[in-house]
């Protein structure tokens, strides 16, 4: 077991990854992950994956780290190296970066990150990871049926100190720093979820020359359609595809297939595709849907909508007001 500001980490081949907090924090049943307006996460929705990102592909730099493992156990240093064939002809620092490295690529080519958020009406979370465009899916990650641990949620500290790493503390350590990240990233109040791939069988490792026969598998995992909860559109999601004069007691029509670009407005036809796409998405499978609409000053409310059509045309009529955000609501813990 491994202890970092009060939480206790352990893994336990036969149970899993279990999560200790300092203090009761209630585990939601349903979650939420922000997208930005992209063909590969467009891709992702339609096509019923999730992405299990390796570190490399996180925003913050020093998310997962190697350099908060500490490899200062010469014992078990020389029983990876044996492991891994190599001769027993280096130095001890250079056997701490060796064995830092392949056991970095061994872990994240087995495993990746899904980050989550426990609430959809966090305002910085629509604003850093949706944009003005983009879309917020919410989860039933019970029906997530891959092998995975979590959600847990994240351990903000105030100074990340290094973990040592022995035989005793191997994996508990190696899961722990997956979950901890600095007190600046508070705002987000994530959860995270760690992705197992299919024994035996690696993940591609972004950043690396590699070819098709150094890894088995991409980093994307199927669910069902009955996982998804619900689709929030973010607020500009329709702007400039439909005019106010079209607009009538909540009701509206779209037409993504005709933009016509003004002095004032220029619309991005690729991204009229994609939202063409995920309309007709959400349209098949009749999945609940959101969008976020202004409300009062300084306040921004999450409004069901009914989608109807297909191909690019649409007709949309606004429902009540489920969620409402503030300006200064960012969702901190206390």
């Known amino acids: 077991m491994v202890y970092i500001e009060g939480w206790k980490y352990q893994y336990l081949r036969d149970k899993g990854l279990t999560v200790f907090p300092n203090r009761q924090i209630l585990s939601p049943n349903i979650f939420y992950k922000h997208y930005t307006l992209t063909k590969y996460n467009v891709d992702a929705i339609v096509n019923h994956y999730v992405y299990a990102s390796h570190p490399k592909e996180l925003n913050d730099f020093a998310d997962c780290n190697p350099m908060m493992l500490n490899y200062d156990c010469e014992v078990f240093n020389n029983e990876i190296l044996t492991e891994y064939g190599i001769m027993d002809t280096q130095s001890q620092e250079e056997k701490k970066s060796i064995v830092s490295t392949l056991l970095y690529l061994k872990q994240f080519s087995e495993f990746g990150l899904l980050s989550l958020s426990p609430t959809p009406n966090n305002l910085l979370m629509w604003t850093h990871y949706s944009g003005k465009e983009g879309f917020c899916v919410e989860f039933d990650v019970e029906k997530f049926y891959f092998e995975k641990y979590g959600p847990f949620p994240i351990n903000y500290v105030e100074s990340i100190r290094t973990l040592s790493i022995n035989r005793d503390s191997f994996s508990d350590s190696m899961y722990a720093y997956t979950l901890i990240k600095h007190t600046r990233w508070r705002y987000e109040n994530e959860w995270r979820m760690i992705i197992k791939s299919e024994e035996g069988l690696r993940m591609k490792v972004p950043g690396y020359k590699i070819t098709e026969t150094d890894y088995d598998i991409e980093r994307k995992f199927q669910y069902p359609i009955v996982a998804v909860k619900r689709i929030i559109l973010a607020n500009d999601f329709f702007k400039n595809v439909c005019s106010q004069d079209d607009v009538s007691d909540g009701l509206f029509y779209v037409n993504f297939n005709y933009v016509q670009n003004t002095l004032n407005t220029i619309v991005n036809v690729n991204n009229c595709k994609l939202k063409a796409m995920l309309c007709d998405h959400i349209v098949r499978y009749n999945i609940p849907t959101g969008i976020i609409t202004t409300g ?30 503030k300006d200064d609501m960012w969702c901190i813990i206390k």
Do not use: A, C, F, W
């Not at 409310?301 to 191909?311: A, D, E, Q, T, Y």
């Not at 649409?314 to 955000?325: A, C, D, F, R």
């Open 296 to 325: 009062q000053l300084n306040e921004y409310n999450i409004r069901s909508v009914v989608i109807k059509g297909h191909n690019g045309r649409y007709k949309v009529e606004y429902g009540e007001v489920n969620e409402t955000m």
